[in-house]
């Protein structure tokens, strides 16, 4: 964790309180556990607190310790939630209890250390996860120092993929017209452009390549320069452009944040249920070698190879547009309606699953059509087993919109799905 992934304005509880838990749960005094433990929290989060330390051996971690009653305050609001549904948005209810089933976890840092080490296992076994060479990042969570309520882990040093974004933007946008010509500027700004789609990672190379070069450029000129004229006495030397002004390829942290949370659902069944925003960071921004960051595994969600298998039909089924065997796959996997309509089926499947855009929705925000969609045909059951996939992928899409990458999550997850099809020998 960082502080980046918290509220950076602090909060939280005074640190005699957090000391009085951290003991507690150790029995043992604070300085005879870490050598060094920071009074001031990096950041607040809802259910606790995070504090940078120094393990006896020097090593450097973040502690996340839990707010003292936060559990019975969550099943009360969850209870209130589940009673208004009932009454006014019955849709909401089947999800609503899977989710709140998988939240609980939350609530066992010991649980979520365990859960944190066996994604990290996997991830790491498959080459995605390790140093700055993979595509991500995972933390080492310290298992005997983990309890119900401390969590103690490695720090990741990066701040949250969406201010990283933005700053990028920010930057970019400045820079856009004076560093390309007309026609390229007008192609990279659609990536700035609400309801269009930006450039490819293919291009997005093309573009930070050119950059580059131009860069190396101008740092050679101002290193001949500041060795020379720049000697001169009242001479200004010429800044040097490190690579941190070159720009994030968008479009391959899409794709990748896809690839990494495809094989943890389709080869593992074992994934992080919340990848939103907040839990993903960027690594490396200011060597020029950005590299995603995934925290936060309290709401892991497993399935049997049963369900997996059944999934990766579902997922090349979707890709392949093939109504009759999504709706054959999500018969087989429980979903039930009251009067079965196979169209309605197919459209939940493709919105839950895959892809949502205004000409699916009709113009409408994704969670008003499953609601119109529910009372022109009532669910009576969901796939309790992949409710937490469907929200992985609608928060992937979600931030695939907001940086202008739309995608396809059939399709991005297909080869994966194939693969494990053929290696069970069921395509």
Known sequence: YTRGVWNEEGGGEPFEVVKGIVEGEYGKKLDQVFDSFEEVPIGAASIGQ?????LKDGTRVVVKVMYPGVEDVFRGDVRTIKMFCEVAQPVHVPPLIEIEKQFMTEFDYELEAKQLAKVRKNMMAANIAGDSSRLCAIPKPYLDLCTKRVLVMEELKGNKLVVELKKDMERQMERMNNSLGDDAAEKFSKEFTLGENGPSAKEYDAMIGLLNAKRRVTNLYAALY??????????????????????????KLVDELLFIHGNQILVDGCFNGDPHPGNILLLGVDEGKPQLGLIDYGQVKQISKEERILFCKIIVALANKDKEMVVQCMKEAGYKTQRMDPDIMYRFATLAYDEDNHELTEGQHIQLYMEHLHHKDPVEHLPQQY???????????????????????????????????KEEGQL
């Open 50 to 54: 995070v504090h940078r330390a120094t």
């Open 226 to 251: 500041n060795g020379s004229v720049g000697w001169l006495p009242g001479v200004q030397k010429k800044e040097y452009e490190s690579k941190s002004s070159l720009p994030i390829n968008h479009a």
């Open 387 to 421: 409710i937490m996939a469907s929200r992985v992928s609608i928060l992937l899409r979600g931030l695939g919109h907001a940086v202008h990458q739309s995608r396809s999550v059939a399709e991005a997850w297909k080869p994966i799905a194939e693969k494990v099809l």
